[in-house]
């Protein structure tokens, strides 16, 4: 009886954690499997703009206290050239997918969802400038 697919990915999985212990342990393992994890970022998240860092610290600011304004702020970064994650997305499209968050965070403020979401989008916004600004220096992330 041949192990089936589903086992094969069972058996590399519990390789990948016995060596991630291995290492933790300090000893080396022989198996050598390299495990990488990638974020996935759904359309909201990935229209966050990269902005210049006291920008992003501004928009924050201003998410703190008022939800959802830094987050109307950083919409109009994305028509004076902000990149984002969505290349291939039009930039008016990125504009109003920025003015949505905006809404969603103005609008659920109340029942303070919008006001924590604000502040994250606000962190992440922080986020994105810093990792920008080592990728321009040239500098390896720690992050």
């Known amino acids: 009886m041949e192990p089936s697919h589903k086992d094969s990915e069972t058996a ?3 390789a990948a954690v016995a060596a991630v212990a291995a290492a933790d342990r300090g000893t080396s393992s022989s198996s050598g499997v390299v495990v990488q994890v990638r974020e ?3 359309p909201l998240r990935a229209a966050i703009p990269y902005m210049p860092f006291p920008v992003a610290v501004i928009c924050l600011f201003l998410n703190t206290f008022v939800p959802g304004l830094g987050t109307f702020v950083s919409a109009f970064t994305v028509l004076c050239g902000a990149r984002t994650d969505l290349p291939d997305r039009h930039v008016c499209c990125v504009f109003w ?6 809404l969603i965070q103005m609008l659920t403020a109340i029942v303070m969802v919008g006001w924590i979401m604000s502040i994250f989008w606000g962190m992440d916004m922080v986020i994105l ?5 080592y990728k321009e220096q040239g500098i390896p992330q720690q992050l």
């Not at 997918?97 to 905006?102: D, K, Q, R, V």
């Not at 400038?129 to 600004?133: E, F, K, L, M, Y």
């Open 40 to 42: 996935k970022k759904g």
């Open 12 to 14: 590399a999985a519990a």
């Open 97 to 102: 997918l920025n003015i949505a968050a905006a």
């Open 129 to 133: 400038a810093i990792s920008q600004g």
